[in-house]
Nanobody
């Protein structure tokens, strides 16, 4: 079983950059597809980005060109580099792992708050 711990959230201004980290424990990290999701107040959780074990990446249209997901298998960590952030990026960001064939994720971190002021 993989356990996930996010860090790096905080309060930033619009246009700033921020990097989130997700440290994973568990021997199967390298073979896992990993993802970032976010949930804004009063809204459903939404997909942000994912990365396969071969480092193929996928992004939501709303963050494409601004955010970058990456992984360091030696450190059992994935990252979300957030550039040119906007107030609408304000949300709790969650790391996820354990992707099933149906596309859902079974393992989740506790989340880290990102707040972007205008």
């Amino acid at each position: 079983q993989v356990q996930l711990v996010e860090s790096g959230g905080g309060l930033v201004q619009a246009g700033d950059s921020l990097r989130l980290s997700c440290a994973a424990s568990g021997r199967t990290f390298g073979s896992n597809s990993m993802a970032w999701f976010r949930q804004a107040p009063g809204k459903d959780r939404e997909f942000v980005a994912s990365i396969t074990w071969r480092s193929n990446t996928y992004y939501a249209d709303s963050v494409k060109g601004r955010f970058a997901i990456s992984r360091d298998n030696a450190k059992n960590t994935i990252y979300l580099q957030m550039n040119s952030v906007k107030p609408e990026d304000t949300a709790v960001y969650y790391c996820a792992s354990g992707r099933t064939e149906s596309g859902s994720y079974t393992v989740w971190g506790q989340g880290t708050q990102v707040t972007v002021s205008s």
